[in-house]
């Protein structure tokens, strides 16, 4: 017994040493990295925008780092659901996080409260791309920019509608800010989703709002809804018929929707620095920008950083439009 019992305190010591020694030597921690399969939480349901941007990311990264790297889709509560799951995980690298500026940013601006913190809850790893936002309206309004469009609605206070793909989304946002800007009065009316809230722009249901460029180019290239302005800094290539916001009048309205991926706090940092190294690589690949451009979104990548920064930069903003307008959600 007493044998035995000197055993167990030798391999209690022995773990103990393993562990500080992993703690104290991070490169210890990312040299077998990864080992067995890697899990990434997508905070939307498979078929969007988000699942389109991740999954050729996620196979070059299995490529890169020859191990799999498989997406589990968690929708559900304005991605909530995924983010606080990303944040509780065990942090190994073994589970990481795929969010937006809505689930990172968004989210905390308009919640009273939220079971997760977007700057102290993660190790930020990189942003990943954005893509740029654009101002449409219902084409039989008689507006063909934007300086008409604020003619319009200040003749009209109170009368004309904006749609967005739910209260409190970085849509609603948006456009709240907007009308903010250009000191006009408008109306929120919240769908559950993009689709459904272009669908009722098409319909004449509403008069306008502001989304990604993906989600509205193919409407726009229909000529069933029309363009006023892109965030864009200067007229983008696949849209060149559309003006910015700069040339518009409001060079201060330039904002982009981007995608990041975060790994829980406490992840060790060589394994962020190696995801965020393979993510690097996996963003300069020309098949990898093909198919981002093909669905109107821009690389990002660069050091781990600039997602903090990006997070910040825009909570920061958007917590200012949400008090502003008075958008609030109490859970």
């Known amino acids: 017994m007493k044998s035995l019992f000197g055993i167990k305190i030798f391999v209690t010591i022995f773990l103990t040493q393993i562990g500080i020694a992993w703690a104290q030597n991070p490169d210890l921690a990312a040299k077998n990295y990864p080992d067995r399969p890697v899990r990434i939480l997508v905070t939307t349901a498979p078929g969007g925008a988000s ?41 190994d690298g073994y589970t990481i996080l795929f969010g ?25 790893v990189s942003l990943i791309c954005k893509t740029y936002m654009v101002l449409i309206i219902n084409p039989k309004l008689p507006i063909n920019n934007v300086k008409e469009f604020v003619e319009y609605a200040k003749a009209r206070p109170g009368k004309l509608t904006y ?15 907007f009308s903010d800007a250009t000191a006009i009065e408008t109306v929120h009316v919240p769908y559950k989703g993009s689709l459904p809230a272009i669908t009722a722009l ?24 029309k363009a006023l302005a892109i965030s864009s800094p200067e007229r983008f290539e696949a849209t060149p018929e559309i003006a910015t916001f700069a040339e518009s009048g409001y060079p201060q309205f330039k904002p982009n929707a981007w995608w990041g991926i975060a790994a829980p706090a406490n992840t060790p940092k060589a394994i962020v620095q190696k995801l965020n190294a393979a993510i690097s690589e996996a963003l300069k690949t020309p098949d990898l920008i093909d198919r981002y451009r093909a ?27 949400a008090k502003k307008g008075k958008i609030s959600i109490n859970n």
């Open 51 to 91: 699942d389109i941007i991740i999954r050729p990311l996620a196979q070059r990264l299995t490529e890169t780092l020859k191990q799999s790297f498989f997406i589990d889709n968690k929708p559900g509560a304005s991605g909530i659901i995924a983010m606080e799951a990303g944040a509780k995980a065990n942090p």
């Open 100 to 124: 937006t500026v809505g689930t990172f940013a968004s989210n905390a601006a308009v919640h009273e409260k939220i079971p997760y913190d977007p700057i102290k809850d993660y190790a930020h």
């Open 163 to 177: 749609g967005s793909y739910g209260m409190g989304s970085f849509a609603h946002l948006l456009a709240a800010s």
């Open 202 to 225: 098409m319909a004449g249901e509403i008069d306008f709002m502001i989304d990604t460029l993906p989600s509205a180019v193919p409407f726009i290239k229909q000529n069933r809804i």
């Open 295 to 321: 669905s109107y979104a821009i690389p990002v990548g660069g050091p781990s950083d600039e997602l903090l920064k990006q997070i910040s930069t825009d909570l920061k903003s958007l917590t200012e439009t």
